[in-house]
Nanobody, 124 residues
Framework: QVQLVESGGGLVQAGGSLRLSCTAS????????IGWFRQTPGKEREFVAAIDWSGSITNYVNFVKGRFTISRDNAKNTVYLQMNSLKPEDTALYYC?????????????????WGQGTQVTVSS
């Protein structure tokens, strides 16, 4: 089992940056692909980015390409989401999740374990 804890959210002005962290417990962390999702009230959880177990393969949704970067440090059991050039529409609750190993990274139904989320608010 893997427990995930997100951190690094906060309030930032448009154009600013934040780095989110997803820290995991459990010795099998480095066998899981990890995804970041976000959700706003009344909307479905949407895929943002994902990284495979080794860190060599990444996947991004189009609207964050060139602005967000996902990376991982398996020695620290942590996955990062560096978010630059933030926009007010990036405001959401951001979650990280551990992929089941089956199915596309973009489908939240293919993830077994979820963190509680960290709030990102971007002011205009």
């Amino acid at each position: 089992q893997v427990q995930l804890v997100e951190s690094g959210g906060g309030l930032v002005q448009a154009g600013g940056s934040l780095r989110l962290s997803c820290t995991a417990s459990g010795r099998t962390f480095n066998t899981y692909g990890i995804g970041w999702f976000r959700q706003t009230p009344g909307k479905e959880r949407e895929f943002v980015a994902a990284i495979d177990w080794s860190g060599s393969i990444t996947n991004y949704v189009n609207f964050v390409k060139g602005r967000f970067t996902i990376s991982r440090d398996n020695a620290k059991n942590t996955v990062y989401l560096q978010m630059n050039s933030l926009k007010p529409e990036d405001t959401a609750l951001y979650y990280c999740a551990a992929h089941s190993g089956s199915g596309t990274y973009r489908d939240p139904n293919n993830y077994n374990y979820w963190g509680q989320g960290t709030q990102v608010t971007v002011s205009s």
